[in-house]
């Protein structure tokens, strides 16, 4: 969960730092720390898939990255860490009880990792306190399971944990429950009115005091409350709702462990390895496994044997709302635990005998499916989110700028940096979505939403229409304060599908040194990652990766500016745009590639790399929604024309001939080019699988931005 990554991350910095191996991400012999959240943020680590990083992430930014489907980010990324999220790594999954239907997927994509052609080897680690091995029975991890080995704590490990082991936590239920009448306002406001009173009864003035509600609206209401009764002090509320500048500041007051005389009030956001302890706890029902681990808040390290500590716990109702987001076989199955409890001490704790939650089950055939990254014609894409995290939890993104509505017009707002980014529930969602506005990465700017968005979208919404506040989070009914706009100078244009910034760059580069360049940099990187089966492959895609920026379209378009010297061009200081407006160069080089190597050993894989080498054309060959057709009926694509042509060109031991280019390749079945596209990509995908084939797109890719980079720096 998000309060837990920044904590997290500096408790690894410290030990790689006290072991003097923490470093950056291209240090060599060093151990880098990377957080992978929504928006703009750290993206280095993607460009050394040859260094020892340790990357660091909620269960919604990981998984959705690793189905392809990656939330808070450019779609046209989605391939490079898919690749690099399959391939030497080892995933760790903490808490894995409160993970939903995200435990299930987990365990299908280690089944797959070992099913499919991998590159490199990649292993899963799954941790918890309440761990059932059963859990990890998918249909295809089945046939794996025995090969798996369970780690736990042994003798040596109790004796030196005894403290927390043995610590004291009485038991108690409090004389009030959350009754089906909360449904209503008038009942809601009386159970958090009571609540309040209970929580201020029990609290002890010299230590801490930490309360959990089952959903964020109750745990805002309840520390409304508080904070009228108890004005003067540093209460806090934590939940998912907040934007990342507030949540680092309230990370670092929940760490500190100076304070007495605070009330916290959180939500679930806490349960999951919070180094956060109490005198008293009050908790909300829930299930059991969800219980022991807001159970260890409770007098985490024994600090509090002495004078004793307590739990108290609230019944709620059999009811569907009043239960939500669970269930009510797992919360019933938790008040029978709790019915003749009276210590929470973790020796007297009975182990979890829940079943593993219902979820969807990512299944093979939907895992290749979501290899094609191209949206459907409407611009949307295959909803993910069920295969990530229960219904109720959070799934978009919204974040605030000033700006006037003028609804004929669209935003030309710049994309988001994380700090501005604030997560909300679907549900939330429904109040707000109307004054939303959605960025079209077709048409290059954002757009009014005319539909409820899907998870893992990103919203930008007007400051002066309010919905937040940077103490109690969002909340859709704060209309009447405008909310204060988090500095976005770092911000950056949104990744749109006709943008090349790649090739603007403040100093030109001859394009045949580039592609030399790009070839070097893919020769070091496959011998620092012992890639040896697929290197020639690799050189001989990277050497004509840009052989389409000769395309009379991208060569006026490098030469717009007297800045710009004369001949074939790779990057060049003009900031002009192409004539066509789908024009991309990959498609020019990749059909240049065809045109003469068709049929050979190889072709097709080194093509599809060409062409997918910007993200932008994969899978599929068709023209976009809204693109100038071609003069006379001729074919048309991403802005290349049939009848097209490219000048010769040599470079560096090859020769591309003055080709025409021709775009049969569009229809489906067999022409005069022999197979289709799709059926050609869908070919290396069945001889490769996403891994492997993955993996090959990204290091070109990831040859080319690094020559691109080193060019500039030497200029």
Known sequence: MRVLVEQTMENIREWLNNLGILGEAREKGKVSVHVLMGGVGDNEWASFPEEDMILIGTQDILLSRALMRGY??????????????????????????????????????????RSFPTSKNSRSLWVSATLNRSWLDTVDLKPYLDSLKTLGIDTVDRQQAGDRLCSVKAVEKLPLALGKDAGN?????????????????AHAADSQTIVILN???????????????????????????????????QSQRLRDSNIADRIVVATQAIEAGVDISSRVLISELAPWSSLVQRFGRCNRYGEHNAEGAKILWIDID?????????????????????????????????????ARPLANILRRKDFLDLFNTDPDLSGF???????IRDSGQPSVQVFWREFEVNPSQPQSQLGPVRDELCPISMGQVR???????????????WVKLERPPRPGMTLLLKAADGGYDAEIGFDASLTKQSVPVVNAAEAIVSDAFGEDWRSQQNYPVVLVDHL??????????????DENIHVGTLRRAALWHDVGKTHPVFDATMHACNASPAGFLAKSPCNGKHARKFFRHELASALAWLAQHNGESNADLVAYIIAA?????????????????????????????EGDELPALDFHGEHSDKTTLNLALMELGEGKQGPSWAARALNLLECYGPFQLAWLETLVRLADWRASGEEQERA
């Open 613 to 641: 080498h910007h993200g932008k054309v994969r899978m599929s060959l068709r023209a976009m929604p809204t693109e100038e057709p071609a003069p006379d009926g001729r074919r048309f694509a991403r802005g290349v024309w």
């Open 318 to 354: 059999d009811d569907k709302e009043m239960l939500k987001p669970y269930d009510s076989s797992p919360v019933a199955a938790a008040r029978n635990h709790l019915a003749n409890l009276t210590s929470a001490s973790p020796q007297h704790l009975p182990a979890t005998c829940e």
């Open 516 to 529: 030399g360049h790009a070839a070097d940099c893919i020769m070091q990187m496959c011998n620092a990652l």
């Open 381 to 387: 894409d295959v909803d993910v989110s069920d295969y």
């Open 185 to 201: 306002k008038k009942g809601l406001d009386a159970y958090l009115q009571a609540l309040c009173e209970e929580v201020l009864k």
């Open 72 to 113: 808070g980010m450019s779609r046209y990324q989605w391939p490079v860490h898919f690749a690099l999220l399959h391939s030497d790594c080892l995933w760790v999954f903490d808490e894995v009880q409160l993970m939903g239907a995200g435990l299930a997927t987990s365990a299908q994509l280690e089944a797959f990792r």
């Open 215 to 249: 959903r964020v609206d109750r745990a805002q209401g309840l520390f409304r409350l508080l904070r009228k009764t108890r004005p003067e002090r540093v209460d806090l509320l934590v939940h998912a709702r907040f934007r990342a500048a507030e949540r680092r500041a």
């Open 431 to 445: 109040d707000i979505y109307k004054r939303a506005w959605r960025w079209d990465a077709l048409q290059d700017e």
